[in-house]
């Protein structure tokens, strides 16, 4: 992209050289078009926070033409995501982007030789007041507004509502289903020309609402319909906590619109002219774009890969991946038998519908079909008990389930063919398909192995009893615990607005809860102080942490430190419920783990068979979230500095959740000048430069994952000795990789037959990734979260640190003194409050 005119252009224009030569040495930014100042080529208008410009540009090195477009003016190499003239290129420098007499903004270009001017581009609004009270101006989001200024500013007009081949947050996608007027992306003809490509990008309102891909016209990829926390077609939606969605569906517009939490952050989303969707963020600290999604990725992603009522499943263990849904068969068995699945499948011949014993058979994680024609009814009340109901009533309904998968309510049904059905891994609704008895029979058989029918029944019902004991129990305590709560001594940090539940504790209940922290309570000791469990007279069980004295801080600060550290909430955080101060003694107060440490179940022999690979998996995923969350929450960035598997626990559901992760925070640069001597991080998960130089970044949290990961997948401590005694576990990981065969190294007890290896490979290239030697190197852990949730081609990655074990390396060795100290220096630089 060339934001300065080219030199041919300014040859071509030699009347103007000099006039040219004035604009582009002052280059001056505006900050609003009015009637009496134009913007030329050369200058820009700039948004007030300077984050988006708009000018001028030429698409490429060559490219003689001109375009007026709006670009993200943070990257070094400006990002244009919208164009005004996109059809209607300019040839030379003399146009002027202005507002004309009728208050709309123009393009307007001044042809010298035929004395005469032209109207290339125009908003076109066509009612306007006075145009003397008209301007423009570019808001931080992106969006160029036109507005009118007569005593209360009113927007006539907004880039926003016209997209180009970008959608950038604040931006809506949508139909306005009164007048038809859509908001939809148009991809560019090509990187060089903004031109109205092949690829639309568009809501469908037609049945219940859908996002569609269209390539040429026809369907190329159904993104889907809205699940109530994701679209339909799409697998990854992971990073909330980056973006968000609210997405409306009434009467007068079905429509969507992405915000950022974190106004610092600049997320975009392009559509190629191959259909292909990007999503991309901006990474300020690294200044580039780093690429969180893409798709479409699989074939069955394709629309209606595999015809009409047939599911795509792309996990079917190498076998076709076309299966006919339950009560269907092959249209053309021989075309299904050569892998050709487009011609779909038809209900079998013998069976005739709307009999006695019908039922329905589930099709779980799957990509609903094609709803365009679907029934919908957005009740809550609407439980999917009765939308069986109602599908099974009416006889040509074919198949159902919930509208909204995330509240479990509403209902869809399909009365026709169903179109463009996949499976996905983790993700997907499950789609309930009407058969008849006979199908209904086999699956059941199928479904339940020898029980039978009878057995089931009597199943269910102890179910009932027991589910019925479980929840009577479950409110009998909580109601008990609620009450005693109250009179417990516990006082809320904050009276009236406490939006952390942090709650502060008396000293005297926690020695009491500890035995007078008795060491048969101890749970643990760490670089921050010594765990104690408690049993609070309640019942209530809790971790308490109590701080070694160092960490140099006042009462008040310490108390504003956990309050904020107790506001960063995520399922894979250790949850904080308050905190204790009296005198020298700081404590924090935690949710109660009683599975203890990951070290405690990948370390040992018998208890790591509780964990197969799809746990190991979700560990692994669950824990990147975690340090993603930390590094980019939108108030603190956290880094944790001592991730290591007993940091990582597990729930009773074997869910991870990180401990200590505001340590690095609450022994801030206080801690240097009181305890000079000790050293945080543990040796064997400390990034290189780390413990050599004392650089400390979000990197080496990085490095620590990656460590973790390969730990978790070999279910060996990288401490130990393997291969010879000279190599550490990374280093025989990364020996085997070069050979193919790091599946050598792979848990025994993971390497059955129902391990899916191309996923433990990935997990150890992803391992590979974050220990290279430079962290630069090195992946974000939202590129790691990108990684793992995705299916694309991984970079191959280079030499690890530590390939051989430093047999005299010490930390805490005093001739090692200046690595301690810079060690200790860095810490100061761990958190940066936002
Ligand atoms: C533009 O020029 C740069 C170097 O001058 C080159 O690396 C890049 O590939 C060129 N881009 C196009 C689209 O020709
Ligand atoms: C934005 O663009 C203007 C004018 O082109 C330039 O002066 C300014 O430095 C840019 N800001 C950033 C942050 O790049
Ligand atoms: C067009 O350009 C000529 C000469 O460069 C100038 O005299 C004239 O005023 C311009 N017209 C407009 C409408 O800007
Ligand atoms: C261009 O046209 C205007 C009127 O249409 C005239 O006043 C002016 O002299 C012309 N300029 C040139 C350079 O021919
Ligand atoms: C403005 O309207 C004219 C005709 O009414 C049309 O040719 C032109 O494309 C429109 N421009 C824009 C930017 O919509
Ligand atoms: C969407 O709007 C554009 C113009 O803004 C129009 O050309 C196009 O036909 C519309 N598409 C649909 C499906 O209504
Ligand atoms: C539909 O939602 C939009 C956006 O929230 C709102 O402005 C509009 O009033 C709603 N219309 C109806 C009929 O509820
Ligand atoms: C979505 O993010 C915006 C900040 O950009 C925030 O104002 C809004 O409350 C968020 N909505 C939800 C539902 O979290
Ligand atoms: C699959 O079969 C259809 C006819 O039903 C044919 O048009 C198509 O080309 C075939 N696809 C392939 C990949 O052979
Ligand atoms: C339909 O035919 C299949 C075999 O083609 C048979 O197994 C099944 O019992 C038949 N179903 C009914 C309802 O007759
Ligand atoms: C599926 O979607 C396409 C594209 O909107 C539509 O034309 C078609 O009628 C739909 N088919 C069915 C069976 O719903």
């Keep these: 992209m060339k934001l300065c005119p080219p030199k041919e252009v300014i040859l071509i224009n030699i009347i103007q050289f000099f006039l040219l030569l004035v604009f582009h040495s002052s280059c001056h930014p505006l900050t609003r078009i009015t009637p009496s100042q134009p913007l030329k080529d050369g200058d820009v208008l700039l948004s007030d926070g300077g984050t988006v410009a708009l000018g001028f540009f030429s698409p490429s090195n060559n490219s003689r033409r001109r375009y007026v477009g709006i670009w993200y003016n943070r990257s070094s190499k400006p990002t244009v995501f919208w164009v005004a003239n996109r059809q209607n290129p300019l040839y030379d420098t003399s146009a002027v982007l202005s507002i004309d007499t009728l208050g709309n903004i123009v393009l307007v270009h001044n042809d010298s030789h035929l004395n005469r001017t032209s109207t290339i581009w125009s908003s076109n609004v066509s009612t306007i007041p006075s145009f003397t009270h008209t301007f423009a101006k570019l808001q931080d989001t992106g969006n160029l507004v036109l507005i009118s200024d007569e005593g209360r500013p009113k927007v006539l007009w907004q880039s926003f509502d016209y997209p180009g081949d970008t959608m950038v947050a604040f931006m809506k996608m949508g139909v306005d289903r009164k007048t038809g007027f859509n908001w939809s992306l148009t991809s560019w003809k090509s990187p060089d020309d903004p031109g109205l490509g092949d690829a639309t990008y568009i809501i469908d309102p037609k049945g219940y609402a859908q996002i569609f891909v269209y390539k040429n016209g026809t369907p190329f990829w159904r993104i889907g319909s809205w699940t109530g926390e994701r679209w339909s077609g799409v697998a990854q939606m992971t990073l909330y906590f980056i973006f968000n969605i609210t997405h409306v569906d009434n009467a007068s517009e079905v429509s969507y619109i992405t915000r950022v939490m974190d106004p610092s952050l600049f997320l975009r989303m392009v559509l190629d002219n191959t259909g292909h969707v990007t999503r991309y963020v901006w990474q300020a600290n690294e200044n580039r774009w780093l690429q969180i999604w893409y798709g479409p990725t699989e074939n069955c992603d394709h629309y209606g890969w595999c015809g009409s009522n047939s599911n795509c499943d792309p996990y079917n263990g190498g076998k ?350 206080d801690q240097i000048e009181a305890n000079t001597n000790r050293v945080v991080g543990t040796y064997g998960y400390m990034s290189p430069e780390y413990a050599m130089e004392g650089i400390f970044s979000i990197k080496s949290d990085t490095y620590s994952f990656g460590i973790l990961l390969l730990e978790i997948v070999t279910s060996k401590k990288n401490s130990g000795h393997y291969d010879d005694i000279s190599s550490t576990l990374v280093g025989h990981i990364w020996n085997l990789w070069r050979e193919s065969r790091a599946m050598d190294i792979v848990d025994p007890s993971l390497r059955g037959e129902t391990c899916p290896k191309h996923e433990v490979l990935k997990c150890i290239q992803i391992g590979l990734l974050c220990v290279q030697e430079y962290a630069t190197d090195r992946p974000t852990m939202l590129e790691v979260v990108s990684m793992l949730d995705n299916e694309s081609t991984l970079a191959p990655p280079k030499q690890p640190a530590f390939l051989f074990k430093r047999t005299n390396f010490d930390c805490s060795d005093p001739s090692n003194g200046e690595g301690v100290n810079s060690i200790n220096e860095i810490s100061t630089t761990v958190v940066e409050a936002r």
């Design 320 to 669: 076709f991946e076309c299966i006919c849904l339950p009560g269907f068969e092959p249209t053309n068995l021989a075309e299904w038998n050569m892998r050709n699945g487009s011609s779909g499948c038809v209900r079998k011949k013998n069976v005739s519908t709307c009999q006695s014993g019908e039922g329905f058979v589930k099709v779980t994680r799957v990509k609903v079909p094609n709803t365009s024609k679907a029934s919908v009814d957005e009740s809550e009340s609407m439980s999917l008990k009765r939308c069986e109901g109602k599908c099974l009533k009416d006889c040509s309904c074919v198949a159902y389930t919930n509208v909204d998968d995330v509240k479990q309510s509403g209902c869809l049904t399909w009365h026709a063919d169903m179109e463009d059905i996949r499976t996905f891994e983790n993700v997907g609704q499950d789609l309930y398909v009407r058969v008849d008895a006979h199908e209904l029979a086999k699956h059941e058989r199928k479904h339940y192995g020898s029980l039978g029918k009878k057995g089931m029944g009597t199943l269910i019902v102890i179910s009932i009893f027991l589910i019925a004991f479980m929840v009577i129990t479950f409110v009998y305590w909580f109601v008990k615990n609620k009450n005693q709560a109250r009179r417990m001594g516990k006082t809320d940090l904050f009276d009236g607005k406490n939006d952390s539940n942090l709650t502060l504790f008396d000293l005297k209940n926690l020695v009491e809860a500890t035995n007078n922290f008795s060491d048969t309570n101890m749970l643990g000791k760490g670089g921050f102080g010594s765990v104690y469990k408690g049993l609070l007279k309640d019942g209530m069980e809790i971790a308490i942490k109590r701080l070694s004295k160092y960490s140099g801080q006042g009462i008040e600060e310490f108390r504003n430190e956990v309050t904020l550290i107790a506001k960063l909430q995520h399922r894979n955080l250790v949850r904080i419920l308050g905190c204790c101060v009296d005198g020298d003694e700081k404590m924090l107060i935690y949710e109660y783990l009683p599975n203890k440490g990951l070290d405690s179940f990948i370390f040992d022999q018998e208890k790591k068979l509780q964990l197969d690979w799809r746990k190991r998996f979700d560990v692994i995923c669950g824990v990147a979230r975690g340090i993603l969350y930390l590094h980019h929450d939108s108030r603190l960035r956290i880094i944790h500095r001592d991730l290591k598997a007993s940091n990582i626990l597990l729930d009773s559901a074997m869910n991870p959740k990180i401990a200590d992760f505001g340590m690095a925070r609450i022994f801030g640069e």
